[in-house]
């Protein structure tokens, strides 16, 4: 974390003193206490402390989700691999497990994640509270639709395995559920064979929104998908993207019919080494920015690293620092299939109405809605953009909510900051099921987090 903030002393299972705390886009910054549980026991005897209590993974959610004054629970200490099984490629393992390591073990194996966000520095435990999707949700669903079970420490200090045939309701209120049904301290999930660590890349540049739509519709067969779009094109170019779509390689498929390895490793990172000023995001550097990436990017066929493919943002350490000490919202909602082409292009026109620009705008196709009841994806498109945290842009966000509810669409709890709890309750039907959840396991007022008291979840 990257919030200015006094040296916390952090306890196994007792809260440390209050400091400041923040999630990706640094906004808000919350005073909160902290304690690292060394295993399950430790874990519980917090929650015996009585105070409310909200997990925390890696931080990577961008608002508010892994905050609450005063109670934190970080999972980086309930990191072990506990179980494989190679006949289906089933992994069990501890909540605080982050991505980047199972994919450090299990990639030179022949195993990759079959659902990936566009960070591997996630813990398990956060890819389940969001229910993250990644660039093959139209053909595979979404994280939790290949998670077997959870076991869920309640704030009683049980701990119950939850599933799709055990504690259903609680299990479809975990799924998605923003760690607001207790603390997930195992979890068992499927890796997918893979024989490279190569991707089979195709490159295809869309004048306007109309012609991304209609590539991501041609090519739905392809494994992986994702559009980058120009946030600072004219109203003439609204919606100019490149569609990026993907598989994994074969073995022998590699260049030249070379018979490709699992050998890969990230590549060095580099480290923003300080906060950018205000001024280094001005519209003409997001122009140029995109410009450049736009006349970058060679329409065709590519073979990548799997690395270099999926988890671009992971090669500079601390970007969010670019947006400097203020930080930065990301908006990203989802509008349904018959919505999405009027819908974004009028969120786009609006963004360049209030004389802004988005630095990085993504693109994705979404298939059938997860089962969770705060699950994300429901079959539509999903727009993803980063705005400084000023109070100008989050006027403009509460502009785009109105548009967005207008398409019936809904936005991602994981990377929400400053929504309002009607605007949520509008795009999630099931939230009085979840709350009813939440009731029943007399979880209200014991498992909060910022995000949950301000959006009455
Ligand atoms: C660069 C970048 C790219 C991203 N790309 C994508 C993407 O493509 N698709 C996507 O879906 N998301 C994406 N995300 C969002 C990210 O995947 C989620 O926010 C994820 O939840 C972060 O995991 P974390 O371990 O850092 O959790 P945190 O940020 O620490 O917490 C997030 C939520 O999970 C809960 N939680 C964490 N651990 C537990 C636990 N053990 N038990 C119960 N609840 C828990 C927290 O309470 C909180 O509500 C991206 C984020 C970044 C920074």
Redesign the pocket.
Known sequence: MHCRRRRRRVLNNSLGAEAPLC??GRYPVVNCAVATPRDTDDAARLYAGDVPI?????????GD??LHSPGVLQ?ER?NRLLDFDPANGLLTCE??V?LADVIAVFLPRGWFPLI????R???????????????NHHLVG??CDHLLWVE?LLPSGDILRCSSQANVDLFAA?CG?????????RAAFKLAPVETSLIEQWTHHAGNLGEAIALFEANLDQPYSVAWTDGSASAADCGRSIVFTGKHLGAGEGPNGATSSLSSRPPSPRRVPFDFPPAALSRSSVKLFNWLYRRSQRSGRSVVDLYRYFYP??ALLQ??RIYGRRGFLQYQCVLPLDEAAVGISRLLQEIKRHGSASFLSVLKRMGKASFGHLS?PFEGYTLAMDFPATASQLHLLDRLDAIMLEHRGRL????DARAASATIAAGYPKLEQFRAVRRQYGLQGRCE?H?SRRLEL
């Open positions: 999630g990706w909200i997990a925390r993974g890696n931080g990577r959610a961008y989700a892994a999972t309930l909540a605080g982050l990936t966000p566009g960070t520095f996630v813990t398990i435990g956060g890819m389940i509270a969001a229910d993250v999707h990644g660039k979404s994280f869920l975990t559920g923003m760690g607001l049904t207790g603390t997930i301290v943002l992971d970007w969010n994300f991602y709890l994981a990377k987090s995000l």
